[in-house]
């Protein structure tokens, strides 16, 4: 899954979990988990983090490394967040060209800058899931869509739990996430594109009044060949 923050991967990699019947994998929800397992690896991340450090591609490659030989993963696996520079892309086609495995399909989700303003101030998060919701968009059940949107009334549909917002969730924050999406992660297209047995396809995921979010699920589909 690939496009920039608020572009709806985990709106519609949700929905293709359930289509295929494999994970969504999220490296922010995979290193947290790896940290509170104790593995080798979740400790080496734990110690990174510890000193306030990022934690490094090596590391992160593990993670990813640990996980997909769950039983869940047997059919394949849609990775979320990652790889967001070409070096990681690079660093991940290493690591499953020696279980024989590749990517083969790049969805982009695709949409304007100016449009990304809006979209991520409006989005909360099930942070058990990584389900996605908009205050506008795609609001919950609980939320009436007139009152002040808090924890109280923004709840998950399926286990009623409260839903957060993320921390670089602002228009502050949005224009140095945004730079460094262009910067580092766009030339990961290319790479991809330039490889053999590997699609990009891309979707129009830009909201509006005539596009709803069944529509962008639709074209998802589509360039996928699943029944919308």
Not at 18 to 41: C, F, K, N, Y
Request: hydrophobic fraction near 35%; glycine fraction near 10%.
């Amino acid at each position: 899954m690939f496009g920039p923050p608020a572009s709806g991967k985990g709106t519609h990699g949700g929905r293709i979990t359930t289509a295929l019947g494999i994970p969504q994998l999220s490296t922010g929800d995979m290193l947290r988990e790896a940290v509170d397992s104790g593995t080798e690896i979740g400790l080496r991340a734990k110690s990174v983090m510890e000193q306030g450090q990022l934690v490094s591609d090596d590391i992160v490659i593990g993670i990813i490394r640990d996980r997909v030989k769950a039983a869940d993963c047997l059919k394949g696996f849609i990775l979320d967040g990652f790889p967001r520079t070409v070096a990681q892309a690079k660093a991940l086609d290493e690591m499953l060209a020696a279980t024989g495995e590749e990517v083969k399909t790049v969805l982009e989700l695709s949409v304007p800058d100016e449009a990304l303003i809006e979209r991520i101030g409006g989005r909360w998060i099930h942070k058990a899931s990584g389900r996605s919701y908009h205050t506008k968009y795609n609001p919950p059940k609980s939320f009436d869509g007139k009152s002040e949107p808090t924890p109280a009334n923004m709840r998950d549909d399926e286990t009623g739990e409260a839903l957060t917002q993320r921390p670089d969730d602002n228009k502050d924050a949005l224009p140095k996430r945004l730079a460094a999406y262009h910067a580092e992660t766009v030339p990961v297209l290319g790479h991809y594109k330039s490889r053999g047995g590997c699609r990009v396809a891309q979707v129009d995921s830009n909201l509006g009044p005539a596009r709803k979010t069944e529509d962008i699920w639709a074209d998802c589909a589509k360039a996928l060949g699943l029944k919308a």
